[in-house]
């Protein structure tokens, strides 16, 4: 069973727009990323980007996660290394 999923953007069927509230900006948000996450877009994308771009979109996301995430979350949530408290 695959460890990732992206089932949000599949079920939403709100409108897309940013600036309107906090709650539709964060389902805008998460469609937008799990979008641009998508394998095809990333296939399409990841090779035509310049090396500063590479760096600065890694960086950018990495910083996210080391700002907002515990060292707990980090590895369960984002690398999926350890097992959810409930298993």
Do not use: W
Request: glycine fraction near 4%.
């Amino acid at each position: 069973m695959a460890n990732h999923i992206h089932t949000f953007v599949e079920k939403y069927a709100g409108m897309l727009c940013f600036g309107a509230s906090r709650p539709q900006d964060e389902a805008t948000l998460t469609c937008c990323l799990q979008k641009f996450s998508d394998d095809a877009v990333l296939e399409a994308l990841v090779p035509r980007l310049s090396d500063d771009d590479c760096e600065l979109l890694f960086n950018m996301i990495t910083g996210m996660l080391k700002k907002y995430f515990s060292e707990d979350e980090y590895h369960r949530l984002f690398l999926k290394d350890t097992p959810a408290p409930h298993e």
